[in-house]
């Protein structure tokens, strides 16, 4: 496979899935977006390394896709925008660009990359290709529309606010534990299938729009890297500390299936720290009708945004008796 | 070195930098982008990876960075447009993110990437950070702004177009063979200088700039690839057939060099097929007044678009004496 034919390949396949605001795709020096007159465009990039994201002997071609592209649009979710372009930069090792099983893995890490994308509306408008001397190498980039001076920001929450998480927390990183101790069990993976949140993680793209259509959010973040660190963030750029109270918090069943097996970590702990989970976490003004279900997925209330005191700890976790102890940011981090 | 405080340094650095067309940079979800109403926005990613791209012990930091982003602004000099952001995801290798040489490493890195960026107003407004198992992996991802509907594509040029190239050709391609024969002889290039095309190619968003406003350009593509692969974009694209004079296409010194000193290619072979010139190759109507300079780089006329016809090559070169040969495009191949 020369490096023009999998560009070619990949335009053919791309072609017709155009959009409004994506005025030029693939083939020429760079893609052109023109949003309407009353939105602006969000960015974001998230590589998928083999090795560090993915391994070829536990992941289906297909799930390495899903996710790849996956990661992009939760960001875009995260804003409340809704995604209109990605952008594909592929690194290949040799086997996967030389013979015919190179090739077939490839045409499957499409498959389920742009299954994805068609079901969201965001067309393949561009990326790179390049030969790879190590692993296997994504970047994925998207690009949203979010109405001028209306994305959803870090820094949006105000002291009082309340905090909700969208679906369930922690089945990903107990779905990843799992597949660590019997990697056969999850051959063959090949399509986005419901209760596998780390194979075929589902961005909260309807959540967003019709929360954004609401106007209900303050602050908001993807859970990519766990609960605890992503709140941290919203802390941070917020100026503000956070209360959980740790029964509210919506467990995924999973993390009980691993508790019970004795994989590493209680259930509680991969809810809090546990990343790749791709749920929303945000916050609303303590008033506000948030509803109990939104888009199908369930919207849990898990703590209040309060103000910052000398002295207290930045995130603060309640226990079924009232204590409180401090919650520390332990979720995923990629140079440890 | 911790991920967050790296994002954290980054942050710093680019603080300050913003532009009003980005209305947010690092630290959120996604970045975000305001074009004026007259404007639309033109995307481009380029990979630069360790061992394909560059080499940690033939390129200092600074020129790494440099290139990496020279190389993506490039792109948006092709289409006649003017940066506005850029994101940059780097997967950094165990050495690059433990201990002091590491850090330091990774900062001329930035010095070299960031000198640039502040030079054409394109601040860092996002990107990714992660561990690589495999050599460092940069991914660089620029944003510019080109007036609606006038972005120069690979398919404006029409028959009877005359072709033209900024500056010389070849040179940077002449560098990369005497940095394979003598490494130690460019050992400590840590500024951009003039005079090395290979370490410190300049983008020509200038030349770009004054072009765009003349309204001469037809169809356009930087020549990262070599001119025969380049040119032959163009044709693809415009459905045409290109007619070069080889005695017209400006040799850069260095080819000369190479040639005398006996390294691989002939002057004329390296200014047709070497890649990383980063010049621009464009097509203007035959009667179009293009000047010979412009922002201070030469302009040369180098052939003409013509019709295709059945059972011609795509592209063909006049020799001295008149004779047309086949040109083939044999410039940068990835997959080779």
């Known amino acids: 496979m ?3 034919a999998l560009i070619a390949a990949i335009r053919k396949r791309a072609r017709g899935r155009g959009s409004s605001v994506l005025r030029l795709g693939i083939g020429d020096d760079c893609a052109v977006v023109r949003p309407a007159a009353d939105e602006e465009i969000v960015v974001t990039t998230d590589f998928s390394l083999e090795g560090v994201h993915f391994r070829r002997e536990w992941h289906s071609p297909e799930s390495v896709g899903h996710k790849c592209l996956a990661r ?15 952008f594909l930069s592929m690194a290949l090792p040799k086997e996967l660009v030389e013979g015919r099983r190179g090739k077939a893995w490839v045409e499957r890490f499409l498959d389920g990359l742009l ?27 998207v690009l949203g529309t979010v ?4 994305a959803w920001l870090r820094s949006g929450a105000e002291a009082g606010d309340a905090i909700y998480v969208t679906g369930a927390l922690g089945g990903a990183a107990a779905e990843l534990l799992m597949l660590e101790r019997a990697p056969r069990q999850f051959a063959g993976l090949k ?20 929360l954004a259509k609401a106007g209900l959010v303050g602050a908001a973040i993807d859970i990519s890297d766990g609960l605890s660190t992503d709140l941290g963030h919203i802390c941070d750029e917020s100026g503000l500390t ?19 097996a004795g994989l590493a970590g209680t259930a509680i702990d991969l809810a809090l720290h546990g990343g790749d989970d791709y749920e929303l976490l945000f916050t609303a003004r303590p008033g506000a009708k948030v509803p109990r279900r939104v888009a199908g997925v369930t919207v849990t209330r898990i703590g209040r ?29 990629h140079f440890k």
């Not at 992009?72 to 990605?86: T, Y």
């Not at 509306?121 to 561009?126: H, N």
């Not at 109405?147 to 209306?150: A, Y």
């Not at 956070?242 to 019970?260: F, G, K, N, S, Y």
């Open 147 to 150: 109405k001028r001076g209306q």
């Open 72 to 86: 992009g649009l939760s960001d875009v979710a995260a804003m409340g925008a809704r995604p209109v372009a990605a």
């Open 191 to 210: 399509k986005a299938a419901l209760g596998h949140p780390h194979f075929f993680p589902e961005p909260r793209l309807a959540m967003a729009a019709k």
């Open 242 to 260: 956070a209360e959980v109270d740790a029964a509210a918090i919506p467990v995924h069943q999973l993390t009980m299936e691993a508790q019970r």
């Open 305 to 333: 945004m309060v103000t910052r005191r000398k002295g207290r700890p930045q995130m603060m976790l309640r226990d079924q008796d009232g204590r409180l102890t401090t919650l520390e940011p332990r979720g995923w981090e």
């Open 115 to 141: 299954a994805l994308a068609d079901r969201y509306g965001a067309p393949l408008a561009g990326g790179d290709t390049a030969r790879s001397l190590g692993p296997a190498c994504f970047d994925i980039v």
């Open 2 to 4: 020369t490096e023009k």
